[in-house]
């Protein structure tokens, strides 16, 4: 089934707006969500997030920064698609 064409401008509005705070760079020119599932009757998005898998060299403290930036960008998102879809439930997944 085609997403609707309203609904596929929110979802290309919203992340054209929400902002990855290090680079300030749209979640979208980032490429950070891979898609958005869309569950009209459950009232459910679902949102499938596109992060590198992190490296075995990383440090701890970056892991930690990078933990921190995945939490904000999520709660951004989340904030960002509960606005134009209130009462919906917002989902991540990778």
């Given at each position: ?10 979802f ?12 300030e ?5 980032l ?10 009757a459950?009232?459910t ?18 892991s930690v920064a ?24 917002v989902?991540?997944?990778?």
């Amino acid at each position: 089934m085609d997403l609707p064409m309203d609904v596929r401008a929110k979802f290309d509005d919203i992340l054209d707006a929400v902002i990855e705070p290090q680079s300030e760079l749209s979640v979208a020119e980032l490429g950070l969500v891979k898609k958005i599932t869309y569950y009209e009757a459950d009232t459910t998005l679902v949102v499938y997030m596109n992060y590198a898998k992190p490296s075995v060299a990383d440090c701890p403290a970056c892991s930690v920064a990078t933990d921190m930036m995945k939490s904000t960008i999520e709660r951004d998102l989340s904030a960002a698609l509960l606005e134009a879809f209130p009462g919906w439930t917002v989902r991540f997944d990778q």
